[in-house]
């Protein structure tokens, strides 16, 4: 079984910045992507940024320039730095993995961007 644990949210100013991390532990025989999604009340859950095994990195239009996503494959660990943050960033973010061709998600934190 594989779980993954988030860390990293809170509350912050606009303007302000967070940094996420996602640690996977359990049966991880090959990572081929982790990623970030979050979802605001009353929103779809959307894909903000993901990283492939041979380091590739993909963003959503929203948070291209302020984000970034980066990995430690030593740890299993990623990473969303938040930048700039507006008050449209406020959502549940989740982490998720594709792990030998299983998704998994972790519990979600909270970010709230608020004055």
């Known amino acids: 079984q594989v779980q993954l644990v988030e860390s990293g949210g809170g509350l912050v100013q606009p303007g302000g910045s967070l940094r996420l991390s996602c640690a996977a532990s359990g049966r991880i025989f090959s990572i081929n992507a982790m990623g970030w999604y979050r979802q605001a009340p009353g929103k779809q859950r959307e894909l903000v940024a993901a990283?492939?095994?041979?380091?590739?990195?993909v963003y959503a239009d929203s948070v291209k320039g302020r984000f970034t996503i980066s990995r430690n494959s030593a740890k299993n660990t990623v990473y969303l730095q938040m930048n700039s943050l507006k008050p449209e960033d406020t959502a549940v973010y989740y982490c998720n993995a594709d792990i030998s061709a299983d998704d998994y998600w972790g519990q979600g934190t909270q970010v709230t961007v608020s004055s």
């Open positions: 990283i492939f095994s041979g380091g590739r990195t």
